[in-house]
């Protein structure tokens, strides 16, 4: 098989299309991301998401194509919950059929204990929260103590928030290779997240500076990569997300924008063969969470203007893959991440137009289309271009 050159994958992070089979277990039989954005939107305008066959995996309010162009399909979650971890590892070959901790009522004694004494700081909260809601609530009390706020949510997440005027940065990212350190075992969460604000009182804003820091899930696809000596290149948060492990470069973003123009910087760089790895998380962080159903809405439609640029950019070889790693709906109650299928969005220059790729029963099936795009053994999954990607 002859090598086929690059790979660019673009996680739309929370932009699920419909609740999955297992939802009710989660709470989530409402959930459906993208149609109730649409709904709410009076309907989407993403022509270009609509030419990949966005409106074919699911009816959606405004979104239609006279010429689809791309491979469309959705995928059903397999790993147990329903985080930017567990989405993420299956992609590379991981499914977490364990469910990672969660702390409903706060974290054990012990372990804010021996955090505090390794930081040299009592903490504040203690407790899931919405971490816009916490700001409200805890932040002057942080300003005025020096006392870091420590929160999680449903999911397996130790989040530790701190004015950058009161904590610097860098003090605040020691604090979470220390709560890494300590968050072992039983108490193994998918992530600890720094999460630096800054503002006044009534007036706190989350800055861009968030790192996240992962647990070790051990080899996946990507360190198969890495192996066969094929770079991988990190945008957003993805180098957090995998600890680093199996990234060549690794370039953080400030927001969707900035994600979209270092991917197509690297694109115009990027020596074949490589993996080019974009999260976008503006949908999830600044509207999924806060249930701002337009302003997730509007977040679609910006991407679909800058799609073009993505396509345009590409090379003869060049596999474009849109997907999503959970839901996050705004027009619920609920301010968490919800169980729900992703929408998976293909398209080379080579591609028999127009065609489904049908349900796919595990995100798996991400990284096995990549890794045989690339010439590489797929670890688990089942590549979704098999005898249909060429015309």
């Known amino acids: 098989m002859a ?22 277990l989660y709470h989530d039989e409402a959930a459906n991301t993208l149609a109730n954005v649409a709904e709410a939107m009076g309907g989407l305008n993403v022509p270009h998401l609509a030419s990949l066959g966005l409106g074919e995996i699911f009816p959606l309010r405004g979104v239609v194509a006279d010429h689809v162009i791309g491979a469309f399909g959705h995928m059903i979650p397999q790993s147990a919950g329903k985080d930017t971890t567990n989405g993420h590892m299956e992609f590379v070959g991981v499914t977490l059929y364990e469910p990672l901790p969660t702390y409903p009522d706060g974290f054990p004694a012990d372990i804010v204990n021996e955090f505090q004494i390794r930081t040299g700081r009592e903490i ?5 929260a919405s971490g816009t809601e ?51 075992g039983p108490h193994a969460v998918g992530r600890v997240i720094a999460r630096p604000f800054t503002g006044e009182s009534g007036n706190y804003t989350r800055t861009a500076n968030r790192r996240d820091f992962s647990r070790d899930f051990g080899e996946t696809q990507l360190t198969d990569l890495e192996k066969h000596r094929i770079p991988v290149y990190a945008i957003g948060k993805i180098e957090d997300i995998y600890g680093g492990h199996g990234i060549t470069q690794a370039v953080h973003t400030k927001n969707n924008e900035d994600g979209v123009d270092q991917t197509l910087r690297i ?6 063969p490589c993996l080019i790895f974009t999260n976008l998380v503006d949908f999830d962080m600044l509207y999924g969470h806060r249930n701002d159903p337009l302003g997730f809405g ?10 073009p640029e993505l396509l345009d950019a590409m090379q003869t070889e060049d596999l474009l893959i849109i997907t ?65 990607d060429s015309q």
């Open 267 to 272: 694109m115009q760089g990027a020596a074949s």
């Open 134 to 184: 916490i700001l409200k609530e805890l932040g002057d009390l942080h300003v005025q103590t020096g006392k870091p706020i420590v929160y999680t949510s449903a999911d397996s997440v130790f989040q530790i928030a701190a004015h950058e005027s009161v904590i610097p940065l860098s003090e605040l990212y020691a604090m979470c290779e220390v709560a890494r350190a300590i968050l072992t």
């Open 124 to 128: 504040l909260g203690n407790k899931p």
């Open 3 to 24: 090598l086929k050159k690059r790979v660019i994958l673009i996680v739309l992070d929370s932009v699920g299309i419909g609740h999955a089979p297992d939802a009710a």
């Open 324 to 388: 999503a790693d959970h839901g996050c709906d705004p027009t619920t109650a609920s301010t968490d991440h919800s169980r729900e299928a992703v929408p998976l969005l293909m398209y080379h220059k080579g591609m028999r137009e127009g065609h489904t790729v049908g349900e796919r029963l595990t995100f798996a099936d991400v990284g096995a289309t990549f890794a045989a795009w690339l010439d590489v053994p797929a670890r688990a999954g089942t590549n979704t271009l098999s005898g249909v």
């Open 298 to 307: 509007r977040a679609i439609e910006a991407f679909d203007r800058r799609l």
